[in-house]
């Protein structure tokens, strides 16, 4: 069954000073199945976050359409959840409040009680390899492990869809090859697909996105496109 169907989508954006009109994503058609991993690679400005915006309903195609399991997705939902790079944790808050803070608020937390919500959030902060770190705030952590903290939160939410625009892009080289391998355990590497999450990764660094993908679709720039879809043969189900 597949998942995610974009259909010749384009967005174009209106410049506010110049009044011109920018072609972001130009006829952009995408099968995505149900428990992929796919990564988005291409220049600067070639359309990447527009893409996974338009995913997450934070956008709107100018023209096409996006469907999830046959939907078409007109706006932002539950079922799928966005990570940045900026990590967007909120200062004030604890590890353990950020990662149950869309429990409060977000549609799977509205029937969940205090309890039920506390033991998912201890979960999720073990899954991500923080537990110890629950009543600390943001600044007193590294940038690793905020990102740890992101997740953590985007997991606990539940969502079918991941959408991270590159989570990882901030981070030094070695941080970022433990988070890779880290993500790729929490997302289920060794799982049947069927158990796994879809995720799209936006990344400019192509051996990240070979190391992490099953398809690497390659975009180019002026218009945003897409120029190739690559297939990388990952041993997943031996690992
Ligand atoms: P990437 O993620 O690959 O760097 P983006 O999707 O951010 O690319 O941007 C694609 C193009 O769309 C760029 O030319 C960018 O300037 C333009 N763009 C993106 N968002 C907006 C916006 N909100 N308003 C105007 N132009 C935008
Ligand atoms: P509320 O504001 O609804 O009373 P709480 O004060 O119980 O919520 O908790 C605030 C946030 O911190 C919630 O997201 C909750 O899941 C989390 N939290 C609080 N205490 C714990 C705990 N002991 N273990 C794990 N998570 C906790």
Redesign the pocket.
Same mark, same amino acid.
């Given at each position: 069954t597949t998942k995610l169907r974009l259909r010749s989508v384009s967005k174009s954006?209106i410049?506010p000073r110049t009044g011109h009109t $920018?072609l972001?994503v130009a006829d952009v058609s995408l099968d995505i199945a149900s428990g992929e991993f796919i990564c988005i690679v #291409?220049p +600067? &400005?070639? &359309?990447? +976050? $527009?893409v996974l915006n338009m995913i997450a309903g934070l956008d709107t195609p100018s023209a096409g359409a996006i469907e999830k399991d046959g939907v078409a997705i007109t706006g932002p939902g539950a079922d799928r959840g966005v990570m940045f790079q900026d990590y967007a944790l909120m200062p004030w808050q604890t590890v353990q409040e950020n990662v149950g803070f869309g429990l409060h608020h977000g549609t799977p937390g509205k029937g969940f009680t205090t309890q039920q919500r506390q033991e998912r959030v201890r979960h999720f902060v073990e899954l991500v390899g923080l537990t110890g770190s629950e009543k600390k705030y943001p600044h007193q952590l590294s940038g690793g492990m905020r990102q740890r903290v992101a997740l953590a939160r985007l997991l606990a939410n539940g969502p079918d869809v991941l959408l991270m625009d590159e989570p990882l892009g901030a981070l030094d080289a070695q941080t970022r090859l433990v988070l890779q391998q880290e993500l790729l355990r929490i997302w289920g590497q060794t799982a049947p697909r069927a158990q796994r999450k879809t995720a799209i990764f936006?990344t400019h660094d192509i051996e990240e996105a070979v190391f992490l993908a099953d398809r690497v679709v390659v975009m180019s720039s002026h218009p #945003?496109r897409v120029r190739a879809v690559i297939d990388i043969d990952l041993p997943r189900e031996r690992n």
């Open positions: 954006f410049q $920018t972001a #291409g +600067s &400005g070639c &359309g990447k +976050s $527009t936006i #945003g």
